[in-house]
Structure formats: structure tokens, C-alpha cells
């Protein structure tokens, strides 16, 4: 069993920056692969990014590419997200989750076992 926690979301103007933290508490972290999605109002989750156990591979949905970075602190327990240059259409429920499926391309909610319960991100134009 894995909890997740995320944190960092807020109200930030267009252009800006933000940086979410995923805190990990449970089984080993570092054997689990993590990604991140989103959710807005009316749409459907949607994939953001994932990161491999050992950080060696990252993926990133062609819609973030350039903006957003994901990264890991397995010491720490910690997966992070780190957006640049926000857009209002960012806007978003954001969330974490775990998995110990092999790979890092994990882009489907159902190969994810865990998640967070979601940090609100609201980016003003």
C-alpha cells in the first residue's frame, strides 16, 4: 500500500511558474514508477507525465512538452512537477500516482494503482 499527497498547487498568472510535490509514505517508493495527471472541469483525466524508479527515463505529453518537468528524490520519497511558462489551460486538478508496472510510457489511468487526492492549479490570464 502506497499513500500519495501532493502539494504546491495555487493561483498563479499566465506565464508563470509552479512547482507540485508528491510526497510517497508505505512500501518501497523507489520501486514504483509515478506519473502525473490532471483533471479540469468537464473533461476527462488526462495524462501529464511519468518518471521511471531510477529517473534514468521521464515521458511527457506533447501538450506540457518544454514546460513541464517531472523529477524524483527517491531519498526523500518525493515526485515532483515542475511547470513553466503556465497557460490558462492548464488549469486543472492535478494528481499523483503509483505503480509498480515495468516501463515508464504509462500514460493510462487504469495501469496506475494508487493516487493522491489532487492539488488544485488555477492559472489566470
Known amino acids: 500500500q502506497v499513500q500519495l499527497v501532493e502539494s504546491g498547487g495555487g493561483l498563479v498568472q499566465a506565464g508563470g511558474s509552479l512547482r507540485l510535490s508528491c510526497a510517497a509514505s508505505?512500501?518501497?517508493?523507489?520501486?514504483?514508477?509515478m506519473g502525473w495527471f490532471r483533471q479540469a472541469p468537464g473533461k476527462e483525466r488526462e495524462f501529464v507525465a511519468s518518471?521511471?524508479?531510477?529517473?534514468?527515463?521521464?515521458y511527457i505529453s506533447d501538450s506540457v512538452k518544454g514546460r513541464f518537468t517531472i523529477s524524483r528524490d527517491n531519498a526523500k520519497n518525493t515526485v515532483y512537477l515542475q511547470m513553466n511558462s503556465l497557460k490558462p489551460e492548464d488549469t486543472a486538478v492535478y494528481y499523483c500516482?503509483?505503480?509498480?508496472?515495468?516501463?515508464?510510457?504509462?500514460?493510462?489511468?487504469?495501469?496506475?494503482?494508487?493516487w493522491g487526492q489532487g492539488t488544485q492549479v488555477t492559472v489566470s490570464s
Open positions: 500516482a503509483a505503480t509498480r508496472r515495468g516501463g515508464y510510457r504509462l500514460i493510462d489511468i487504469k495501469m496506475y494503482d494508487y
Open positions: 518518471i521511471s524508479w531510477s529517473s534514468s527515463n521521464t
Open positions: 508505505g512500501r518501497a517508493f523507489s520501486g514504483y514508477v
